[in-house]
């Protein structure tokens, strides 16, 4: 009891903080992986206009929160490429609960750009997400889409224009999930924490014992 008391502080520290980051790991699941979900093909069509009218794709997500959502539009050559650009999310039930922005001069022409929305949803749970523009001048940018048939991704079920389905289309969009660390992850995850304080333990017993025998140079 007596050795276990006269630990140096840095060695409890050290042992506190391996505890936390094990807690943070598991059982918290505050670390999570990520997954990616997209399109298996770029695009090879377009919508309208989405300034007066949205772009709507109803989806049905695989996992319970989505970190980013990538939308691919195109700017007219550049002469779509002012406002804002509008992620409506909406309920199986067309009730909205979230409005994401965007600023259309920083997303990409014609290539996926990835929309922070931290959403967390339901998965197996249908939902829309309408693209909507504003304040974006004498022109809005297009929506980009592809056929559904084996090019996914396998989240999308239909996509509109309007108020108007676009038969066998899927708008060429990314998801990426945050999901839970599968077991040989969180061991592997576990087994990092554990080396790193076995070298920090191992670290300090050697300075403590460097001082101790310089302090005993300097009482001879």
Known sequence: ???????PIGVWITLSCMAVLWCMVWPAGLIKDELISRTAADYSMNTGPVGEVAAIQEFIPQYDHIKSIGVDIGKLDGAANQGTLYLHLYDENLEEFAKIPQDIEEMKDG???DIPVNLKLEAGRRYYLGILCEDYGDAAP???YRSLSGNGPSENVHFYYGPNVIEDASANIRYIYRIPLTLSQILFYDS???LLGVCILRTEKRAGREKGEKSREEHV
């Open 1 to 7: 009891m007596t050795r276990i008391k006269q630990q």
């Open 111 to 113: 290539e996926l750009t």
């Open 142 to 144: 297009l929506v980009h």
């Open 192 to 194: 990092l924490i554990l």
